[in-house]
């Protein structure tokens, strides 16, 4: 019997789990999932794809999940489409056999039908990505929070600041300007982070997001709020946890008094043109929208 390809439901979310975190060699007790609820199938988010290739005993053998965006890129934060691709991962038995290759054409075809201008995916294959046609793209720097000039903020005491998700911050990624553009529809998924730590302070709101299981330890990725409220919050992250850092574009990282004179820009991601447009180098993609 050949294999099967079909799309996922909510009772593959197991094995799901299983592949792609063997893939990525997640300890005992920690999945990928937790990490990535975005690519569950059993939470529902809009305009995702989830392929699988199955083997005849119903193993799921091989899976890429894609989700289309509308992004706001610079200058003058223009509106795109593009496809994130994701959850990439073969079991180690099927291998050599073209089933991620096969998956991610057909999602890069179904990309080119839809007209997006990029398809885009994070991962440390780049020679098997480039026959793709996909290429390091853009920016990203990690500041260390304690090079940052943040002593003349007094750090708001424990009793101040509070710990997990907010309503108010799910608000903060609706407005956002620039980057992914989010729906009403991701709360479910945004919500759903095992490993993303959040805190948040009152009058004026500010948050911040910190980590991501075994892919951001200890760097902040997402805030939002209240800009003196922000780095009230990195002063209080400072001064409580040794050796965090900061990632974001130039922009907002001198938007936020880092020094990056010393500091070399890591590449932002592997990126695909569909059409006549080159990645803007001052686009920024934050953590969450980078799955």
């Known amino acids: 019997m050949a294999e099967i390809i079909r799309k996922l439901h909510a009772g593959d979310a197991d094995a ?10 997640y300890p005992a007790g920690s999945g990928f999932l937790g990490d990535f609820p975005i690519w569950d199938p059993r939470i529902q988010v809009a305009q995702r794809i989830s392929t699988g290739i199955f083997g005849a005993d119903g193993q799921m053998l091989s899976h890429v999940g894609s989700r289309r965006w509308k992004y706001l890129l610079p200058p003058g934060a223009q509106a795109v489409t593009a496809c994130t691709l994701g959850a990439i991962a073969t079991d180690p038995s099927a291998r050599g056999k073209g089933y991620a290759t096969q998956l991610i054409r057909t999602a890069i075809q179904e990309s080119e039908k839809q007209k997006d ?4 995916l994070w991962g440390g294959e780049h020679e098997f990505y480039s026959q793709f046609g996909f290429e390091l ?6 500041v260390d929070l304690a090079l940052m000039d943040l002593k003349a903020l007094t750090p ?11 309503d108010r911050i799910f608000v903060e990624f609706l407005g956002r300007r620039a980057g992914p553009e989010f729906l009403a529809s991701d709360e479910a998924w945004l919500r759903a982070h095992q490993t993303v730590r959040w805190f948040t302070i009152d009058e004026p ?11 951001l330890p200890g760097i902040v990725h997402e805030y939002g709020g209240d800009f003196a409220g922000v780095l009230t919050l990195f002063a209080w992250l400072n001064a409580k946890v040794p050796g965090i850092h900061l990632m974001g574009s ?6 936020l008094g880092a020094d990056l004179s010393d500091i070399e820009p890591q ?5 695909r043109k569909n059409a006549d447009m080159a990645w803007p180098e001052a686009a920024w993609i934050s953590g969450l929208g980078s799955v």
């Open 137 to 142: 793209a853009g920016q990203q720097y990690l």
């Open 250 to 255: 130039s922009a907002e990282c001198l938007r």
């Open 156 to 166: 708001n005491t424990a009793d101040s600041v509070r710990s997990g998700f907010d």
């Open 16 to 25: 799901l789990d299983a592949l792609v975190s063997s893939g990525f060699s």
């Open 117 to 120: 201008t990029f398809v885009i």
């Open 267 to 271: 590449a932002l991601a592997l990126v």
């Open 205 to 215: 709101f500010a948050f911040v997001g910190v980590g991501r299981g075994q892919d």
